[in-house]
């Protein structure tokens, strides 16, 4: 099936500091969607990329659809403890929004 | 409105039982999803529906069994329980397209 590659797997970094994490696929995908994942519960979509080299802000947070339609970013500015989680990157490529194909996941650690 | 819920959050299952594993909706969404999530890995999806009466496999089915009589609920069945199936599921739905996929608390499944 389709992979997609996600890193860095793990990050433990400063409150106040920026983070980056990206995706790369092997294959094209439609859409791109950056989920946050607390401990014990579902994902939560943050940003969802639905054209390529689109540009999307929400918050601190800003992802980008690549122009190759094979990789996408989310940074996150001036982190606070709160942002800690499991950050997930998933690719829909018919666009149905029900077939997702997710990232290993980024576990994000903040120290305050 | 409770959005997506999942049914029971735990369960330990001895190899070869079986069981089904509850989901419903009452935000009147046409698509469902199944996913599972192994520990450190993201979700990889088993099954899902573009609605009632429809249902297709994903890209983990083998094990796995649904159906979708009502809109509100997609049961999964797990009809002989094995160790390999040991991991986190969550259940999803959408009303398709570039609409929000809206995930479950998840249940987690133990099978000795």
């Given amino acids: 099936g389709q992979q997609l590659n996600q890193s860095p797997q793990s990050m433990f970094i400063q409150e ?5 994490m990206n995706c790369t696929s092997s294959s094209i995908f439609n859409t791109w969607l950056w989920y946050k994942q607390d401990p014990g519960e579902g994902p939560v979509l943050l940003i969802a990329l639905y054209k390529a080299g689109e540009l999307t802000s929400n918050g601190r947070l800003t992802a980008q659809f690549g122009i190759t339609r094979k990789d996408s970013f989310l940074n996150i500015s001036a982190s606070i403890p709160s942002d800690v989680g499991i950050y997930f990157c998933a690719g829909d490529f018919n666009n149905a929004g029900n077939m997702l194909t ?3 996941g980024t576990r994000l650690m903040v120290k305050p | 409105n409770a959005g997506v819920t999942q049914t029971p959050k735990f369960q330990v299952l001895k190899t070869g039982q079986s069981m089904t594993l509850q989901c419903a909706q009452d935000m009147n969404h046409e698509y469902m999803s199944w996913y599972r999530q192994d520990p450190g890995m993201g979700l990889r999806l088993i099954h899902y ?9 994903g890209e983990v ?13 997609f049961p999964l069945r797990l009809l002989s329980a094995a160790p390999s199936q040991t991991s986190v599921y969550f259940c999803a739905s959408s ?12 249940t987690r499944l133990l099978v000795l």
Avoid: C, H, L
Avoid at chain 1, 16 to 20: A, L, T
Avoid at chain 2, 49 to 57: E, L, N, P
Avoid at chain 2, 61 to 73: K, Q
Avoid at chain 2, 95 to 106: K, L, N
């Fill in chain 1, 16 to 20: 106040g500091e920026d983070v980056s």
């Fill in chain 1, 102 to 104: 997710f990232g290993g």
């Fill in chain 2, 49 to 57: 529906s573009v609605g009632a009466g429809i249902t297709d496999q």
């Fill in chain 2, 61 to 73: 089915p083998n094990g796995y069994n649904v159906s979708r009589s009502t809109t509100e609920d």
């Fill in chain 2, 95 to 106: 009303t398709g397209g570039r609409e929000t996929q809206y995930f479950g608390p998840g």
